[in-house]
């Protein structure tokens, strides 16, 4: 039976991270964005330079003294990642006034240029269009030119990998192909602008936490998992939050370490997937893209679909369909800090009775 773990780690990102060389295949995060107010207190407790320079109205500066502290982060990455390993960076810009001066902080573009000196090759990345009908998303002057500003609806998933494209040896082409994407997932997921996510407004009910957990939804997650990375993967996201990387994880059958500075954050997310209704709410991930499938399968004509797919039995466009595989989770248990997930593979008896669920 397949089976993947889970481990929750409470740890400093912006220092040396636990893992050894080059035994990562995947990180995907999204880390506190510098310049956006709630989290000016967490770049440099122990010294005042940033917020020193922020009461200065020293912007520019204290910006780029945030992300100095994130370049550790990236490096780390880097040493950890396996030769051809990926990494997803989810990150907004950051829109700010300091004595009464608007100026956008263009966190993503920062980050690529540190990335880039660390080793990392950059590749064509992704715009995710969270729109807002927040009635302050027109910022400045109003209807009077020339004092607004474009509104901010987007933010960054960069992509990034560790040096060559991943070889796969002999042994690993089945598990590679069981990991395949549908035909209509790869059309829309491989776009340079993904739409119809919604942000998450995820409120911590933990009162000694800060009010929002700044997470982001899981299809960010469960998709770049599915793109970069094959089941049976290390998947390592070191600014977890509440976890929703590691959730990701389990419903796409990867192995995942969240890891985050605040120790109350990690005891609480770690309790996230033995909950009484977790293991149904991931399945219903993995059902989904089944029903998907099935109803793109209904929009077309039938010879579009030149292939049956072994293992559930219905209509694929590509050869390379052929064998993708969906484990639904079985069980989800916790020992410690560890979660561990084990999987059954689903069969084309069980098809019907899953589509109608
Ligand atoms: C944007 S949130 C990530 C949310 C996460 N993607 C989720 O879905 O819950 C950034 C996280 O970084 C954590 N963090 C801040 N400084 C950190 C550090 N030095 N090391 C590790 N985690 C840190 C914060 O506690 C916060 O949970």
New binding site residues.
């Given amino acids: 039976m397949k089976t993947t773990t889970h481990r929750y780690v409470v ?4 220092k040396s991270w636990s893992m050894d060389d080059e035994t990562v295949d995947l990180v995907v ?4 964005y510098p310049m956006i107010e709630m989290w000016d207190d ?1 770049w440099s407790p122990e010294s005042t330079t940033i917020t020193r320079l922020i009461e200065k109205n020293q912007g520019k500066e204290a910006y780029e003294q945030m992300h100095q502290i994130l370049d550790q982060a990236w490096t780390e990455a880097f040493r950890v990642l396996k030769p051809g390993g990926y990494v997803c960076i989810n990150i907004g810009d950051a829109t700010r006034s300091l004595d009464g001066r608007f100026q956008i902080y263009p966190n993503h573009s920062r980050i690529i240029q540190a990335c880039q000196k660390i080793g990392f090759d950059f590749l064509p990345s992704i715009i995710w269009r969270k729109p807002t009908n927040a009635p302050n998303k027109y910022m400045g002057s109003g209807m009077l030119p020339a004092g607004a500003y474009v509104t901010l609806e987007h933010e960054h998933i960069l992509i990034m990998r560790k040096g060559e494209k991943r070889a796969f040896a002999k042994a690993e082409k089945e598990n590679r192909s069981e990991s395949a994407l549908f035909w209509e997932e790869r059309n829309s997921w491989y776009s340079d602008l993904w739409t119809g996510i919604l942000g998450t407004q995820q409120k911590l009910n933990i009162s000694s936490l800060r009010k929002r ?4 939804p899981i299809e960010l997650p469960y998709r770049l998992m599915m793109m970069y990375s094959v089941a049976g993967d290390v998947v390592v ?9 590691s959730l990701a994880a389990m419903v796409t059958g990867r192995n995942s370490i969240s ?4 120790e109350k ?1 990690v005891d609480s997310s770690i309790k996230v997937p033995t909950k009484r209704d977790s293991k149904d709410k991931l399945n219903m991930l993995i059902t989904n893209r089944l029903k998907d499938h099935m109803t793109y399968v209904n929009t077309k004509d039938m010879l579009f679909f030149r292939y049956r797919n072994q293992p559930l039995g219905i209509p694929v466009k590509t050869m390379q369909e052929k064998h993708l595989s969906l484990y639904p989770i079985k069980s989800l248990s916790r020992s410690e800090e560890v979660v561990t997930a084990k999987y059954r593979k689903l069969k084309t008896t069980e098809v019907k009775d899953c589509l109608k669920s």
């Fill in positions: 740890g400093d990102s912006f995060t999204s880390p506190p967490i957990s700044a997470a982001y996201d070191p600014f977890g939050g509440i976890g929703t990387t890891v985050d500075v605040d954050l």
